[in-house]
């Protein structure tokens, strides 16, 4: 994995118009660096703000930081710029479940699974959050 880190740290300084930010900081982030990939994302985001998937790294970060409301808005801003990402739509509503909001992460999740119809595992997903906001 340090190979990996050395080999994402030097791209990104040698094509400083390429948005390899957020690969960086994912590995940083699974390194348990997380203040590295936090600042990492922060000045990419910032560098480039149409970037959707540094948003959704951005927003691991601050989840990893018990920031949940931060997480939130940061993958909000994934979703505004990238509206068909299932992915997004799952993460979104694990930030609403452990903010204590089940109404909008079911609603979140339903999207989710309306944009990847054939997926079984979102389907057994939302069966399990119907079955606990029921219960």
Do not use: W
């Not at 791209?11 to 690969?23: K, T």
């Not at 997380?34 to 927003?59: D, Q």
């Not at 999740?109 to 054939?118: E, G, I, V």
């Amino acid at each position: 994995m340090f190979g990996r880190v050395a080999k994402l740290e030097k791209a990104c300084s040698q094509n400083p118009d390429a948005p390899l930010f957020a690969r960086l900081a994912d590995l940083y982030l699974h390194r348990g660096m997380v203040h590295r990939a936090l600042a990492l994302c922060e000045e990419g985001c910032e560098r480039f703000p149409k970037y959707a998937t540094g948003y959704m790294i951005l927003s691991k970060c601050y989840e990893a930081q018990e920031k949940l409301e931060s997480a939130r808005m940061a993958i909000d801003k994934a979703l505004r710029l990238d509206p068909e990402n299932p992915g997004g739509f799952v993460h979104l509503s694990r930030i609403y479940q452990d903010l204590g909001i089940p109404t909008l992460a079911l609603k979140s999740l339903q999207q989710a699974a309306s944009l990847d119809p054939f997926s079984e595992d979102l389907s057994a997903q939302l069966d399990t959050l119907v079955s606990a906001i029921e219960s």
